[in-house]
């Protein structure tokens, strides 16, 4: 016997509901659940799909993200092209290859868009619960905008979101922001940074010893317990910020403020690509163990620049789906059910023709309708019937067709008693069976 292959390791299979599976990984149901939920919520603030390709040129992300991030140093899949010897990269952002695009298009021509994908992202770091080495993101950019309105706009629709998918804000997730000001004022940090550093050597561990000359800001970021104490001290850089900077942070919270959204000013909170520049944002939980963030973006001015392009504001955030399906599991909140309206349940493989006509009618009229096939007995079928969390079965026995007629059996009130409809009114019962 061949020996079984098996999927990349941190790299997962989504399957159907129906197909049972030992770890707790959401189903595709789940999935199909959040994508319609997105399209729907970022479609009434005027946001449209782009679709970018995974593979991308290296250097788009060495330049986009920062020859010292960890993600650049130590977690991209690169390789070189047999064919032709470029230097290539699974995709391991979106924000990047969107900017590209917009770049590689002159998509700005036009003015200001607001756009959004989702997809496959890549990262060799250790798998862990929500964190994979292939994982999904959602990632929605407002690019050509400079004001601090659309900085608001784009956190308020993340909350519409989460009320739209049944999460609480303040309760379930929790909204940070930050400022990071523009480079003049980082650099005024940072200095400040390295000096206040430079004093507590002794303490900082191997990769922030690192980066205390190439990249100090990310030293704040540290999770190591033993730095933190130390960390918390250090200068921030609220207080380096100018006036123009501190206006437009407090214009973004004037906005959050009068649309009740509760959210902490976290002074450490930087993200984690050099891109960045005045409002970051993240939303966090605590039910997910150490991987406590579900959202995270802020603006990136200079991005376009310095990716080729003419200078154009922009701002925008990613959301790890996986994460956010492991919460909304872990929360065992209501999720729509994906399972069929209806159950056809046929005696006789000879019915097909006629049976099948009858459903492909209500179908077209918007009923789901799972047909059993294959044969089997009345008893296997209503047991696959029942399984399947159908609401109806349909029942296309010989005396039923001989009249003209389907029996209707409601599966989930068993004191309903079973009727029977008419083959020629299929249509009058898919009105009845979509508004039960």
């Not at 707790?24 to 946001?47: C, H, I, M, N």
């Not at 080495?133 to 993340?158: H, K, S, T, Y």
């Not at 922030?208 to 317990?225: A, E, F, G, H, V």
Request: hydrophobic residues 40%; charged residues 20%; aromatic residues 8%.
């Amino acid at each position: 016997m061949a020996e079984i292959l098996r999927a990349v390791k941190g790299m997962n299979d989504i399957l159907p509901p129906s197909v049972p599976r030992t770890d707790k990984l959401p189903d595709s149901a789940l999935w199909q659940w959040f994508e319609t939920t997105v399209r729907s919520v970022l479609g009434r603030y005027g946001y449209q799909n782009l679709l970018t390709p995974i593979v991308e040129p290296t250097a788009l992300f060495v330049r986009g993200l920062g020859e010292v991030t960890d993600i650049v140093e130590k977690e991209m899949y690169s390789f070189v092209d047999s064919m032709n010897g470029d230097k290539l990269t699974l995709r391991p952002e979106a924000t990047a290859g969107i900017v590209r695009a917009m770049i590689e298009h002159n998509a700005l021509y036009n003015g200001p868009l607001r756009i959004w994908t989702m997809g496959p992202m890549f990262r060799h770091e250790k798998p862990q619960k929500g964190r994979y080495r292939q994982f999904n993101q959602l990632d929605v950019e407002a690019m050509g905008f400079a004001g601090p309105d659309v900085d608001a706009e784009m956190i308020l629709m993340v909350r519409t979101l989460w009320r739209e998918l049944g999460l609480v804000e303040g309760r379930h997730v929790r909204l940070e922001i930050n400022s990071l000001g523009q480079p003049l004022e980082r650099k005024a940090h940072r200095d400040a940074l390295v000096a206040y550093f430079e004093q507590h050597k002794g303490v900082l561990d191997v990769d922030s010893q690192r980066r205390l000359t190439s990249n100090p800001l990310r030293i704040l970021d540290t999770k190591n317990p033993v730095m933190q104490p130390m960390v918390e001290a250090a200068p921030k850089l609220i207080d380096f910020l100018g006036e123009a900077s501190l206006a437009h942070f407090n214009a973004v919270r004037a906005i959050l403020d009068a649309a009740g959204l509760e959210y902490r000013v976290n002074t450490r909170l930087v993200r984690g690509m050099d891109y960045y520049n005045l409002t970051v944002f993240e939303w966090v939980t605590d039910q997910l163990g150490s991987q406590g963030t579900v959202c995270g973006g802020g603006r990136y001015d200079g991005l376009i620049e310095q990716l080729g392009g003419k200078p154009a504001p922009a701002v925008g955030f990613g959301l790890g789906i996986e994460r956010l399906l492991l919460l909304i599991q872990e929360l065992a909140l209501t999720v729509p059910s994906s399972a069929p309206t209806a159950y056809a349940v046929v005696t006789s493989m000879d019915s097909a023709p006629q049976v099948m006509l009858v459903l492909e009618k209500l179908r077209a009229a918007g009923v789901s309708v799972l047909m059993h096939a294959g044969g089997g007995s009345m008893k296997s079928q209503f047991k696959r019937a029942d399984s399947s969390g159908a609401r109806y079965a349909l029942i296309f026995g010989g005396d039923e067709l001989s009249r003209g007629e389907a029996s209707l059996k409601d599966l989930r009130n068993p004191e309903t008693p079973q009727r029977s409809l008419p083959l020629a009114e299929a249509a009058n019962w898919a009105a009845e069976l979509l508004n039960a």
